[in-house]
């Protein structure tokens, strides 16, 4: 790894990096995933990388909604496995919900690595290993389509950051509540999902689980009316402001 200076303006963003590279060389991260990192710096740049309003607002929801839920589950894949993996499990402990491994371009060395990753963080168990079981989500073909019995199969609130358009909207045309972390607010995911967190998965998975802790001594009726005010696209939108507000500034 390359010394950075934490003098280095940039020096938040070039860790990740670093981190990213790192990952990529051990082969938990697919092949495309520093360049799905890159679009997230871009977006993540144009909201002044940090977590707006509407982003607090839509933790708050999330977090809600998962506590309310009969059977919630967070599904990972590599980035933010490595992004954020102690934070993933502390919130999965807090919830709870098991986490679920979930790869777009998944292979059985991948999967490994994940589950190593995830148990090195504090994991007891994690679903979606290789030989675990597996049913189809409807709609979906090849790997892609793969669920857990006891995770996305059967839950009702799903946690997904950083998910792929056609995954949220088969999730979502099951039923389920789908909540994603996708810096990118025009993405399908964003667009597709109950509930959209506009914001940095390693701002948003911390801030996760500082509300969980709070939210968890809230009567059953109040967290209630906190998912049922929400409107997502009304949200989004908040966030597309926050982008333009943040241009305003510099003019
Ligand atoms: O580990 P796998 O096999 O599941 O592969 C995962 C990747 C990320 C390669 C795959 O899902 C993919 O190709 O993703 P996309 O379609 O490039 O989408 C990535 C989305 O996540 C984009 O909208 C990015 O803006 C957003 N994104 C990237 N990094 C972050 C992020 N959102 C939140 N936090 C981030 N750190």
């Not at 959209?196 to 969980?212: K, S």
């Not at 709070?214 to 009316?225: M, S, T, V």
């Amino acid at each position: 790894m390359h010394k950075i200076s934490p003098k280095h303006p940039r020096y938040n963003s070039l860790v990740l990096r670093e981190k990213m590279a790192e990952a990529y060389q051990e082969g938990i991260l697919a092949d495309t995933a520093l360049i799905a990192h890159g679009r997230g710096e871009a977006f993540d740049y144009i909201l002044g990388e940090k977590t707006s309003p509407a982003a607090l607002e839509a933790i708050r929801t999330g977090i809600s909604a998962m506590l309310l839920a009969d059977n919630p589950v967070i599904s990972v894949n590599g980035n933010t496995a490595v992004l954020t993996a102690e934070y993933i499990v502390e919130l999965s402990h807090l919830i709870p919900a098991p986490i679920e491994i979930n790869l777009f371009y998944r292979t059985p060395e991948r999967v490994k690595k994940m589950e190593k990753l995830l148990k090195n963080a504090g994991a007891t168990e994690v679903l979606g290993k290789e030989g675990d079981d597996h049913v189809p989500i409807p709609g979906l073909e090849g790997p892609r389509s793969r669920a857990h019995p006891e995770g996305a199969h059967r839950a009702d609130v799903v946690l997904v950051p950083l998910e792929d358009g056609d995954r949220a909207q088969a999730l979502v045309s099951s039923g389920k509540k789908v909540i994603t972390i996708d810096l990118n607010p025009l993405s399908r995911t964003a667009q597709t999902s109950s509930i959209t967190i506009v914001d940095n998965v390693v701002r948003a998975i911390p801030l996760m689980v500082q509300e969980v802790k709070k939210l968890k001594r809230y009567p059953q009726k109040q967290l209630k009316e906190i998912v049922d005010e929400f409107d997502n696209t009304k949200n989004i939108a908040k966030s597309l402001n926050s982008i333009s507000n943040y241009f305003k500034q510099d003019e």
